[in-house]
Every structure is written in structure tokens, then in C-alpha cells.
């Protein structure tokens, strides 16, 4: 055998090694020594079970507060739909949960892989930019969460009480009151909440619509 194929040969190895072994997002064992026996096809598998199996365990690692069956539903959850983006590499849905795990198990990469893959099939899918803006609001890069919390919220996502309020939550981290008043008031309409109340009479009491600061943003937003 020549070097050249040893050296391919053992790039192979090392890649279906490497594959299998170390990357979190792969399937489960089984699945695997299934598949590297050339017993397993992914195009073969009943992806409407796999799916359903997958978004139980990613409800229900939402749901549970033990710390041990997080992990193994989380754990469970990513295998599964790891699986459904080999069975589908075209499968939005999958990437957008398998970036939503990576990020619950802080993989930043590979969670911005998958929702960056989501967004270039729909850069308007609402769920894919809430779910991006919440990984950005989570490392405290406030004006990354609001660009694609602001698509989810213009393009269908539910406008829940806790949405409007992380919107409010932003725009006052950003000094923008203006907007900020007017997603706390959103929110209190949704929940009359005496928090709320304060946090907008507050805000009323800056009297920051009075100021050159204000009337000069809004000139420019013109």
C-alpha cells in the first residue's frame, strides 16, 4: 500500500472515529455500531416516531426540575434529533431544537452552527430567532438578542406577557425608554402586575420625553 493510501486510510478512520466518539450532537451507541456495521440506514428509520420521541424529551426536560433526568432528556432529546438532520438535512425544525439543546448545554458553536443552518432555509422562521435571541440575551449581548427577538416577534411568534417584558427588559438596558415604556405597558395589559406599574411610572418620572436626547432620536428615526 502506498503512503498516499495509508495516509487516506487512516484520515478515514479517524474521521469516523472522531465522528462517533467526541461530537455531542451524534446519535445514540446503538444506533452508531448499527450504523458503522452498514446495518443502519438513516433513510430507513421511521422519522414521525423518531420526532415524536424527540420533542417529548424536549418538553420534558422543560418540565422536570431534577437535575439528573434533565440531563438524560436533554441527552435524549439531542440524539434523536441529531438523527432526524441525517434522515433530512433539509429538516428546519431539527436544527432549530438542536440549536436550542447546544445552547442548554452551552456548546456555543455548535449552537450557532444549527441556527445560522435554520436561518439560511428561512431567515424569517419566528421560532429559529427567538430561540437565537435568547442564546444572545443569555451572554448578555443585548443588541444581537433584540435583532432577531424583533424578526421572531414581526413574523408570528407568540407575544407572550414574558416576551413583551424581555423586549421591554432590553430596550431599557439599551436606554432606549421610549421603547421600554411601551413594552412594560404592553406587558401590563397582558398581566397587572404592581411591578410593572412601578417600573413605568418610573420611567414617566425621568420625563426623558421632554429631553434633547429624545426629540433628537426621534429627528433621526425620521
Known amino acids: 500500500m502506498t ?22 450532537c451524534t446519535a445514540s451507541q446503538s444506533y452508531n455500531e448499527e450504523y458503522l456495521s452498514g446495518n443502519l440506514k438513516y433513510s430507513n428509520l421511521n422519522s414521525a416516531k423518531i ?14 426540575s431534577d437535575a439528573s433526568q434533565k440531563d438524560k432528556y436533554l441527552r435524549s432529546a439531542m440524539n434523536k434529533f441529531f438523527i432526524l438532520t441525517q434522515i433530512n438535512p433539509s429538516d428546519i425544525g431539527a436544527f432549530i431544537k438542536l440549536g436550542k439543546i447546544y445552547d442548554e448545554k452551552n456548546i456555543s458553536e455548535l449552537a450557532k452552527n444549527c441556527f445560522y443552518k435554520a436561518l439560511n432555509m428561512n431567515k424569517n422562521t419566528p421560532l429559529a430567532n427567538f430561540y437565537f435571541g435568547d442564546y444572545y440575551y443569555k451572554r448578555n449581548d443585548y443588541k444581537k438578542a433584540l435583532y432577531y427577538y424583533k424578526i421572531a416577534y414581526n413574523n408570528g411568534a407568540e407575544r407572550t406577557y414574558d416576551f413583551n417584558l424581555r423586549l421591554a427588559t432590553i430596550y431599557e438596558k439599551l436606554a432606549d425608554l421610549s421603547n421600554a415604556k411601551k413594552f412594560y405597558e404592553i406587558s401590563y395589559t397582558m398581566k397587572a402586575d404592581n411591578k410593572i406599574a412601578m417600573k ?9 420625553d421632554k429631553s434633547d436626547y429624545y426629540h433628537n432620536i426621534r429627528e433621526y428615526k425620521k
Not at 487516506?8 to 472515529?17: D, G, Q, R, W, Y
Not at 420526532?51 to 422536570?64: K, V
Not at 413605568?200 to 426623558?208: N, R, V
Request: proline content about 2%; charged content about 20%.
Open 3 to 24: 503512503i498516499y493510501k495509508k495516509t487516506a486510510v487512516a484520515a478515514l478512520l479517524f474521521t469516523i472515529f472522531y465522528t462517533f466518539t467526541f461530537l455531542p
Open 51 to 64: 420526532r415524536q420521541e424527540a420533542e417529548r424529551d424536549f418538553h420534558l426536560y422543560f418540565c422536570t
Open 200 to 208: 413605568i411610572q418610573s420611567l414617566d418620572e425621568l420625563h426623558y
